[in-house]
């Protein structure tokens, strides 16, 4: 079954820069999008169509693509920003979703 | 605003069929936009994607859940529903509502309930 891969953890210092990265064989041809999720909470989407971002998520909070492989990017990182994140994307035939395995932002 | 909330109850013998509704209001789930599904987390663990529903009826599921799994949709009550059947522990998990990605609207899964733990337990 198709499978999407993210780095357990990501540790950074609060104003530095956070990048995870999701790999997937099928995300040349099929948007990504990220959320991110604290404890005992629904996850938030923060990123859509690879790059795009919702109303009320920040600036700091980036997308890019380049081919088999998306990040998100988070800037100048605040203790908030603490949190598990997790890629989302569909198979080569758009009709069957996976979530990434899942990374765990830790603001040192 | 659109809101989704899950309903069913919180615990499930081994064997027997999980079974979840999803009430959707502030907007309807007739959308030609959007598929509609259910996601869930075992206890500190990640997402999984359980499966989607059109309004006309149409359905996916996750390979792996497939075998078990039957969703489908009451567009008189706006609503949507979840049937697992011979659950075991490892189906313990919160389960989510939610409005999946949608090509047309160009939009992620950006609406979801506040997830409802449902444990496996005799």
């Known amino acids: 079954s198709y499978e999407l891969t993210q780095p357990p953890s990501v540790s950074v210092s609060p104003g530095q820069t956070a990048r995870i990265t999701c790999s997937g064989d099928?995300?040349?041809?099929?948007?990504a999008y990220w959320y991110q999720q604290k404890p005992g909470q629904a996850p938030v989407l923060v990123i859509y169509?690879?790059?795009e971002r919702p109303s009320g998520i920040p600036e700091r909070f980036s997308g890019s693509s380049s081919g088999t492989t998306v990040t998100l990017t988070i800037s100048g990182v605040q203790a908030e920003d603490e949190a598990d994140y997790y890629c989302?994307?569909?198979?080569?035939?758009?009709?069957?979703?996976?979530f990434g395995t899942g990374t765990k932002v830790t603001v040192l | 605003q659109l809101q989704l909330q899950e309903s069913g109850p919180g615990l499930v013998k081994p064997s027997e069929t999980l079974s979840l509704t999803c009430t959707v209001s502030?907007?309807?789930?007739?959308?030609?936009?959007?598929?509609w599904g259910w996601i869930r987390q075992p206890p500190g663990k990640g997402l999984e994607w359980i499966g989607s529903?059109?309004?006309?009826?149409?359905?996916y599921y996750n390979p792996s859940l497939k075998s078990r799994v039957t969703i489908s949709v009451d567009t008189s009550k706006n609503q949507f529903s979840l049937k697992l059947s011979s659950v075991t522990a490892a189906d313990t998990a919160v389960y989510y509502c939610?409005?999946?990605?949608?090509?047309?609207?160009?939009?992620?899964?950006?609406?979801w309930g506040q997830g409802t733990l449902v444990t496996v337990s005799s």
């Open positions: 939610a409005r999946l990605p949608s090509a047309v609207a160009g939009t992620g899964t950006d609406y």
């Open positions: 529903i059109y309004y006309s009826g149409s359905t």
């Open positions: 502030g907007g309807s789930i007739s959308s030609s936009s959007y598929y």
């Open positions: 169509k690879d790059s």
């Open positions: 099928a995300l040349p041809k099929q948007y």
């Open positions: 989302q994307s569909a198979d080569s035939s758009g009709t069957h979703y996976v």
